[in-house]
């Protein structure tokens, strides 16, 4: 029979090391990445008013994946209420090669979509293929910026895991006919995935280490209490 005192730091360091398995067993990474744009950038062949345009200029755009769920958010130039303007979410769930090439006329041609809905700025949703979208917009008359967002619920996968869906942002005038209504993309010529936390990757990589950690100490006991 094995007997003495058991040290403070005997039950401390496992229970801490124990804390930390724990977390990154229950750590679920939360998926969010957001693009910047530049102002002014609306496209040479948006056959509106650039100069007049604020509202179609977008300054960011942001999805953040909770679990089947996307929040999504974008902020404009300028107020975007009553304006008339148009903003088109496009998904690429797995099967984009359905509509690729889409802009290419407009120097666009890595936009690609197989989901696309499109946000009034009265906040009406025009949409199919998708269960639920609630929407909301916030004008800001004091630093005369446009910001919407919504949460997009019932997106399937055609291919691509959730955590792998694309997304585009371009706004419109659909009072212009064709390719020329369309003002700006965002990000430029490409599309946006949800991506890992960096803080939710670190605490998962803390948690496997101290796993890890928690496993050779406890061998490293058993051999000391049979030796």
Do not use: C
Not at 80 to 85: H, L, S, V
Not at 136 to 158: A, K, M, N
Not at 180 to 205: C, H, K, Q, Y
């Amino acid at each position: 029979m094995l007997s003495g005192t058991i040290h403070k730091e005997t039950l401390v360091k496992p229970l801490f090391l124990s804390a930390l398995a724990l977390a990154a067993i229950l750590a679920v990474p939360a998926h969010a990445v957001t693009a910047t744009d530049p102002t002014g950038d609306l496209l040479t062949s948006f056959g509106g008013d650039r100069l007049n345009s604020p509202f179609l200029d977008i300054l960011s755009f942001s999805v953040e994946q909770q679990g089947a769920d996307f929040l999504v958010s974008a902020t404009m130039a300028g107020e975007i209420g009553g304006k008339g303007g148009a903003y088109v979410l496009g998904v690429d769930r797995g099967g984009g090669g359905a509509r690729p090439r889409a802009f290419a006329s407009i120097g666009q041609p890595n936009i690609i979509f197989d989901q696309a809905f499109v946000v009034r700025d009265n906040g009406d949703v025009l949409l199919s293929g998708v269960k639920k979208f609630t929407f909301s917009i916030v004008d800001d008359s004091l630093h005369h910026t446009g910001t919407f967002s919504g949460r997009l619920t019932g997106l399937q996968s055609t291919g691509f895991a959730p955590r792998d869906f694309q997304f585009s942002l371009w706004s419109q005038q659909p009072t212009i006919a064709g390719l020329a209504r369309n003002a700006d993309f965002a990000p430029e010529n490409a599309t946006i995935a949800g991506v890992p936390e960096p803080a939710s990757w670190a605490l998962m990589l803390m948690g496997f280490a101290a796993t890890g950690a928690l496993v050779r100490n406890a061998r490293r006991r058993t051999r000391l209490a049979t030796a």
